[in-house]
């Protein structure tokens, strides 16, 4: 019944999907709309057709800066939450200055990072990190500090160390928000490296856009767009699954499990 | 020959295990300062259950605290065993109102967290956990998580956690407050009989006259602004208590009297 339910459900999105695509495909071949103004889904589709290598080689190198930028970000992130909550002068010291960078429309540092890193694919690891970097602090921080202070009391009185408390009640405490945070920083380190890939660079979906601007190739441009889509998707989905197997107990996935509630023996 | 007089043993004087010195608490804030303690002296002999029972905001709970070690009176002192508190003593079993279980552990790793905390062996402790959750029939659960239980059952995995590491002092701040009435009653029971078996030293804050007057001992009844115990009661009931021992006069008499010296101080207030 269940299943049912689910199988129809991924029928209506294929189907809207669908209809969609034909209504576009349509109205372009209708209209007789220019394809540098908008080509109809066929073009974009048959630019995979035409170019399969040069459109991998760039996913794949904008899925490596994205992954190599939110990899260190979810490390470094992770690590001035910790020293922050733990270190009232980290908190006085560090907390207002990283507000201040966040606050800082942060593609605006872009070009800065190319000229200190070059135009390998060291700024675009860099920006990615930088944009993905604050959501994970900043969500790190509110799960780490926002430990019952009766458990806190509980753990002290039974001679808890700093190092148990840390691990065994803030840190399985904080991952929820933690993920809220990864879940923001995925999609914002694919901002990072398309951005970083717009300032410089010749490899890349962003340095791919740029080119295909040049040569008013739209349809380039879309399948670019079609690709950064999915990869933007299909990263999110992958953190959220790692959420899934990480927090089983956690309210928002317990769903089924949670329904039946045992009631008092 | 012996000497006619006969040489009386005489017990060596028990040591109480917690000793409340004078204990006086100030809060001080930009506001000004708040007196929450004044002047509370309190002992507990060993193997004995001592409620402290009051008014909401009579400084009960800053008085559990200061015997856990988590506070540090402003005057007088606390001591434990004999040892002035620097910080949390030795031994200590905790059981709040809330049963602050780990969502992410199983109700029996909830029960071993104390002793992880302690750095005890665990595999030599699993099956005592397990054989402590039987005694409060929540071993079919033991797999289980927290959010699977209900609240009556949530808290007897708390008292399970502070049991499993034999605890030579029991602090229960108001354990049964936040359940129903007859989750309480029943948890009540469970409680005496629990001291029965192992005559654990308990303080156990309440502010429920009945818990206090069924469970304990002696009773410390507090006032408030500023909090200072005003009578000790002892509670002279025979054990083991039943249910059926409140509706009787003796225990009605207590009471009774309980409810006078709260409404001569204010804190209960009849038509």
């Known amino acids: 019944m269940k299943f049912l339910k689910k199988g129809e459900e991924s029928l209506h999105i294929a189907a809207t999907f669908i209809i969609t695509l034909l209504v576009w495909e349509a109205a372009v071949r209708l209209f007789h709309v220019r394809p540098f103004v908008l080509p109809a889904p066929s073009a974009i589709f048959s630019e995979f057709l035409v170019a399969p290598g040069y459109l991998a080689r760039n996913a794949l190198y904008t899925l490596y800066s994205t992954l190599f930028g939110f990899a260190l970000a979810v490390i470094i992130g992770f690590a001035l939450a910790v020293a922050i909550v733990h270190s009232r002068l980290l908190e006085r010291t560090l907390y207002p200055y990283l507000i201040l960078l966040n606050s800082i429309p942060k593609v ?16 675009k690891v860099a920006i990615a990190l930088m944009i993905a970097v604050f959501s994970i602090v900043i969500d ?3 799960g780490l500090r926002s430990v019952d202070p009766d458990m806190l009391s509980l753990a002290k009185a039974s001679r808890a160390s700093q190092w148990h408390i840390l691990f065994k009640i803030r840190l399985p405490n904080a991952l929820p928000s933690m993920f809220a945070g990864m879940k923001v920083g995925i999609a914002f380190a694919l901002v990072g490296a398309i951005v970083g890939e717009f300032v410089a660079g010749q490899v890349g979906l962003g340095a791919m856009i740029m080119q295909a601007q040049g040569s008013f190739d739209s349809a380039r441009a879309f399948a670019a767009i079609v690709l950064l889509a999915v990869m933007g998707t299909v990263l999110f ?22 329904s039946d509630v045992l009631v008092h023996i | 020959m012996m000497h006619a007089t006969a040489i009386v043993e005489r017990p060596a004087p028990v ?14 804030s930009s506001r000004g300062s708040v007196e929450a303690l004044r002047n509370v002296r309190l002992d507990l002999r060993e193997g004995e259950f001592v409620s402290i029972l009051g008014p909401s905001g009579c400084g009960k709970s800053t008085l559990l605290k ?48 104390v002793a992880e905390f302690q750095k005890r062996d665990l595999n030599a402790l699993r099956p005592a956990a397990h054989k402590i959750l039987e005694r409060f029939g929540l071993d079919a659960f033991a797999d289980r998580h927290p959010w699977e239980l209900s609240g009556g059952m949530r808290q007897r995995a708390s008292i399970c956690r502070a049991l499993l590491t034999d605890p030579s002092l029991l602090l229960m701040d108001e354990p049964f407050g936040a359940l129903d ?7 009540n029971l469970e409680l005496a009989r629990l001291w029965q078996e192992t005559r654990k030293t308990v303080l156990f804050i309440t502010h429920s006259i009945a818990e206090a007057v069924f469970l304990s001992d002696r009773i410390a ?5 500023p909090g200072q115990i005003v009578e000790i009661i002892d509670v002279d009931l025979p054990r083991p208590r039943s249910l059926a021992l409140r509706e009787s006069n003796a225990f009605t008499a207590y ?11 204010g804190v209960l207030k009849e038509g």
């Not at chain 1, 989905?237 to 949670?258: D, I, N």
């Not at chain 2, 009774?256 to 709260?262: A, D, L, N, V």
């Open chain 2, 15 to 28: 040591l109480p295990l917690v000793e409340i010195d004078h204990v006086g608490v100030t809060y001080t």
């Open chain 1, 237 to 258: 989905y992958l953190v959220e699954l790692a959420e899934r197997l990480c927090l089983p107990w956690h309210t928002s996935q317990r769903g089924q499990k949670g």
């Open chain 1, 108 to 123: 605006a540092l872009a070009p800065l990072f190319v000229m200190w890193l070059g135009v390998g694919i060291e700024p």
């Open chain 2, 221 to 225: 009844v507090m006032s408030r602004n």
């Open chain 2, 66 to 113: 200061l015997v856990a070690g988590l506070e540090r009176p402003t005057s007088g002192q606390v001591k434990v065993a004999g040892k002035a508190l620097s910080g949390p003593p030795e031994g200590l079993g905790i059981v709040l109102q809330r049963d602050v279980l780990l969502d992410w552990r199983t109700v029996l790793d909830n029960v071993l967290l």
């Open chain 2, 181 to 187: 009435a007859m989750t309480r009653d029943d948890l």
């Open chain 2, 255 to 265: 009471t009774k009297r309980i409810r006078t010296i709260f409404t001569q101080l």
């Open chain 1, 140 to 142: 790190t921080i509110l």
